[in-house]
């Protein structure tokens, strides 16, 4: 049994209302996959991500009817090294994001249904019975969006591994975290301090069976 291993993640956000959200993030490590949260301050927008100049595939959308739309994208093998992620909108907006990479990852389809819940002036978002298998970790994002700023904070179990916001008309914040090591029923949560709408993701991502190197080592050794 192995699951996925943290990596790194960046957290960005746009300079103010525009057409692109573009920032630097690093993968390294053995058997890759990386997944770009975003979160919009316009219910109408729709996106595209790349990273490295490989596009990137939309894994899930959705906004709660008003105001925001957020979006998780994945990719399986990304470059190593330092390489930008580019998220190009349909409109001009004000955008916040979180970029976050695994190693150990599953290479032919390592991400998993992806779990969505979407609500309206709440203080929390829970996303429960979430099928976790054997080789799973549980990745999630958050997107916010309101009149003011209020920290993120997951539920229980759950590793935080960035927030970010940013101001405007309407305010938006997007946060991610992980389990690494999730029952195989699980819940994703996150809690804030004021009212404010919400699209929350929880992805499972599927670990390889052993390490590409072992597997090299395996093989030779049968003869194959």
């Not at 009212?195 to 049968?222: M, W």
Request: hydrophobic share 40%; charged share 10%.
């Amino acid at each position: 049994m192995s699951r996925p291993a943290f990596d790194s993640v960046t957290p960005a956000r746009s300079g103010g209302s525009s057409t692109v959200l573009s920032f630097s993030h690093t993968c390294s490590g053995n058997d890759r996959a990386l997944l770009v949260g975003v979160v919009a301050n316009d219910v109408n927008v729709t996106a595209t991500a790349s990273y490295g100049g490989q596009s990137m595939t939309l894994l899930k959308q959705d906004d709660p009817g008003a105001t925001i739309r957020a979006f998780l994208f994945g990719l399986v093998n990304p470059p190593s090294g330092t390489n930008t992620v580019g998220v190009s909108f349909s409109i001009s907006v004000r955008s916040a994001g979180v970029a976050a990479s695994y190693t150990g990852a599953e290479q032919s389809s390592p991400f998993g249904t992806v779990y969505s819940h979407v609500a309206i002036g709440v203080q929390s978002s829970t996303i429960s019975n979430i099928a976790c298998g054997v080789d799973d970790g549980l990745m999630s994002f958050v997107g916010t969006g309101g009149d003011a700023t209020g920290s993120l904070a997951p539920g229980a179990d759950q590793t935080e591994r960035a927030s970010i916001a940013q101001s405007g008309t309407v305010t938006v914040t997007a946060g991610w975290a992980d389990d690494l090591a999730p029952d195989s029923v699980e819940d994703s949560q996150w809690t804030w301090a004021i009212n404010r709408r919400v699209v929350h993701f929880a992805v499972p991502v599927t670990g390889v069976s052993a390490p590409s190197a072992h597997r090299a080592r395996l093989l030779v050794g049968v003869g194959l």
